[in-house]
């Protein structure tokens, strides 16, 4: 187990965290989105390393609307006792980032201010080579862990083995102490569910695999991204249109699915249309024009609408909707276009 600050500061006389920034701090981002655990997961790893380890620190977290599906971005920083964090500005620069969905990737650069020696943890069952390949990263350190299994066969979500990822690529922490809040913290809210975590957090600290490549001359890691302003004066919209409503027939829901997603079974499918009426995406694609009875059939599912909040599956009266654990591409494969006109460019 890693030594607590303290111990390590005092036997080596250093007054900075290993890994830290140019101002002293040490900078953690999880990139998630609303209801894996992300927010809770800051608040334990900040209260771990200022009440049980005596650091300075900060934790907040960002986000829309606070619903399951939607971004959700939680920061913290580090410092050593005597020094004072006074600053809450988000951390664009990072010396870890935890990525807690692996579709988030897909819609903005997850890495983003990451430096040339950082950590990315991911939550995938991909190798780190393939995760390096896939987002271009040219240097540092790729950690995958199949965090979603972990959280399934431990009947937990997936914060806490993230949590035990994160704890292990950080050279100061003591995992003890992170173990130690997360008993407190969850025995206010279910104690029945403390011991299942801890088991997810060892099992997160246990089974992460990492890679490291060293950067080249001159490498400085990601660059920095700032979001810009959609608007200026000069070409804002006239005040209450809504250009880009969030019923958009352009808007593709797939980083909102929780690692599952409906498998459409067309052998044993009756075709009665529940599944419609229940979904609440209307992602089921329909054909009018088939032969024989009944006249309207069920073609498939666009998954690009699709959320996975696995509806249908429940109300499917044949068992031709199942519950599948979503694995990379397989969605792209076996979607069916709701709107096969957008695929070619816009026209009708």
Not at 122 to 146: C, F, H, M, Q
């Amino acid at each position: 187990m890693p030594a607590p600050v303290a111990t390590w500061a005092a036997s080596t006389g250093a007054d900075v965290l290993p890994g830290a920034d140019d101002d002293g701090f040490f900078g953690i981002r999880f990139e998630s989105i609303g209801g894996l655990g992300a927010h809770l997961a800051g608040q334990i790893l900040a209260e771990a390393g200022v009440l049980r380890q005596g650091l300075n620190g900060a934790h907040f977290s960002s986000y829309g609307s606070e619903k399951k599906g939607t971004p959700v971005k939680s920061f913290v920083r580090f410092c050593p006792a005597d020094r004072e964090v006074r600053t809450s500005s988000p951390i664009e620069s990072p010396q870890v980032v935890a990525v807690f969905h692996e579709a988030l990737a897909r819609s903005f650069d997850v890495a983003a201010g990451l430096s040339a020696t950082g950590t990315l943890i991911v939550n995938t069952r991909s190798a780190p080579d393939e995760i390096r390949e896939a987002l271009g990263l040219r240097s540092g350190t790729v950690a995958v862990l199949d965090a979603l299994g972990i959280a399934l066969e431990e009947k937990t979500r997936v914060n806490t083995a993230m949590l035990g990822a994160v704890v292990r690529t950080c050279p100061f922490f003591d995992s003890d102490a992170v173990k130690e809040t997360i008993r407190e913290k969850l025995s206010v809210r279910n104690a029945s569910v403390v011991e299942a975590n801890l088991r997810t957090f060892d099992r997160g600290y246990r089974e992460l695999r990492c890679m490291t490549w060293s950067p080249a001359p001159g490498d400085t890691g990601r660059p920095v991204q700032r979001a810009a302003p959609a608007f200026g004066y000069l070409d804002a919209p006239i005040g209450g249109v809504i250009l880009d409503s969030g019923n958009s027939i352009l808007k593709n829901l797939s980083t909102s699915r929780q690692g599952f997603l409906p498998s459409y079974d067309p052998d044993t499918c009756s075709h009665c249309g529940i599944c419609d009426i229940v979904c609440p995406d209307l992602c089921f694609v329909w054909s009018d024009d088939g032969e024989g009875e009944p006249a309207v059939r069920l073609l498939g599912i666009d998954y690009h609408y699709c959320k996975g909040c696995l509806k249908c599956v429940d109300a499917c009266p044949t068992g031709s909707l199942t519950e599948l654990r979503e694995e990379n591409g397989w969605a792209e494969e076996h979607r069916v276009p709701l709107f096969p006109w957008l695929e070619l460019g816009g026209a009708a």
